[in-house]
C-alpha cells in the first residue's frame, strides 16, 4: 500500500490498515501475526503497555508470552534511574538475535528512556535492529509507526510528542478485578534529580467526566480496585479538583475501592485528608513520597515542603484514620548528603513508623540540575546507607505488621503466591500481602484472613470464610 498518497491522522485509520495487512499474513499463514509487549516501570508504564497491548490487539496481533515466536516486539522502557535503563538495553540487545533469525519482525522501543535524544542516537546509531522509538507522549502513534514500518519506510524515531490527551485509545487489561486509571500525565515539579518531568512532559489532566466514565464502566463488569494514576495525582486540576473527583468517583455505585498514586507534599489541604476520611470507597492507603529527612536536602532536591509540613499531614491523617497503611519513597545519597542529613532521615523514619517504604540509591540522570551538582556520594557511602536504612525500615514494618497479629482483615485475592503454588496471596486495603491456604478461590474474590505470622513484607493466615462475587460463581 502507498503510504505516501494518502493522507491519515487518526489512530483508529492506521488500526484499520495494519489490520487489513494482518488479515492477508493470517490468511497465507494460517494464523494470526503474534505481538509480545515488556514492560519496565511504573504502574504509568503498565497501564501504557495495556494500551500497547490494546491496539496491537485492534491491529489484528494475538499476544504472547515469548519474543522468539512473535512478529511484534515492543519494548515500553523506563528511565528513572540508571539501572532500569541498562537492563532494558541489555534486554533489547538480545532481541538481535531474533531479528536475525527472522527479519520480518518488526521491534519498537517506547517508553520514557526514547525521549531522550541521546538514547534516540544510541537506538538509532548501536541497535540497528530496533524499526521504530514512540517516546510516551506519542503512544497512541503506534499504529501509524507499525504501519509505516510494515509499509517499508526506513526506521523512524519519534520525538516531540504533542501533550494532548488522547481519549479512547483500545485497553486490554491484565487483570479482570484490578485497574489502572490515569487521571493525569506529566509532571511540573521538576525534582532535581528526576528525569520524568524531562521525558513524560508537561502536567495535563483528563476531564472529570471521561475519567468518571471509564471508573463506573469499571466497576460496572465487576472490577474492584480501581488505582487512579498520575506523577501527582493530588495536583490533579480540570475541570474540577482531584477531591472533588474523588467524591464524584465515590458517588459511583458498587463494591469497590478507589487506590490513587502518587501525591506530592506540597499538595495536600486538609480537604484532601477529609475527602479520604469521609469516604469509605477511598482505600485506607496513602503513598506520600517523602525523600529525605532533612531539609536541606528537600531544598537542594526542589521538593517544595519541609519534613515539619510533612509530619503534620501525617498527624492529620492519622487523628482521623489511626489505622490508614502510609507508605513512602526515599532517596539515599543525594549529592551533598552528609552523616547528619542522613541522620535526619532515620530519625524520621523512626518518627514516621511507616507501614512500608520505598528506598532508592540516588542516580544521576542527564541534563537533570543534581547531575551538576558537586559533592556526589561515593558508591560505598550510598551502599551503605541504604542497608542501614532498609534494616531500619524492615523492624519497623514488621512491628507494624505484628499489630495485625489475631486480627481478621479482608483481603481482595489475587490467586496462588508467586513462591509457593500450595498457597493464595490476597492483598489488604493497604496493600500488605496476605498469605493463607484454602482449597479452591477465585483470583478477584474477597476474603477474611486471621492473621497468625507477621513479617515485614508478608503476613500469614487462616481463611474464615469467603465471599465470591460475581465472577461467574455467585
Ligand atoms: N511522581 C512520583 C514518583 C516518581 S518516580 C513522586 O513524585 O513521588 C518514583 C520514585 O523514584 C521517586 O519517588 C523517587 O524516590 C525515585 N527516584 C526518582 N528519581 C530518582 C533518581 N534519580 N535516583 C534515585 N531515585 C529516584
Ligand atoms: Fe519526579 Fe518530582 Fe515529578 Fe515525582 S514530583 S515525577 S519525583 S519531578
Ligand atoms: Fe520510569 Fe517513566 Fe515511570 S521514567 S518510573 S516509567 S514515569
Redesign the pocket.
Known sequence: MAFNNQHFTDMSDYINLVRERNREYEASCGRPPLAYVLTFG?QQNEADSERIAGMAQSMGYKLTGSAEESDLIVINTCA??DHAEKKALSIIGQFKHVKNARPGVLIGVCGCMTAQQHRIDELKNSYPYVDFTLEPALLHRLPEAVFRALSGEKRTFWVGGEEKIIEDVPVRRESSYKAWVSIMYG?N?F?S????PHVRGRERSRDSSQIYREVRALVESGYKDITLL???VNSYKSDCDFSALLKKLCSIDGDFKLHF????PKDVPDSLISTIAENEKIARHFHL?L?SGSDRILAAMNRRYTTRHYMSILEKLRALLPDIVVTT???VGFPGETDEDFEGTLDIIRRARFDMI?S??????KS?P?ERMENQIPPAVKSERYERLTALQNSISKEKNRQLLDKTVKVLVEGESKNNPDVYAGRTEGGKIVHFKAESILPGSYAYIKINRAEAFALYGELQNKILYNLGEN
Open positions: 511504573c528513572v534511574r509532571c515539579n525534582c534529580y528526576c528525569i520524568v498520575g506523577q501527582n498514586m502518587t501525591s506530592h513520597p525523600q519513597d526515599i532517596i520505598f532508592f540509591i540516588y542516580s544521576k540522570r537533570t543534581a
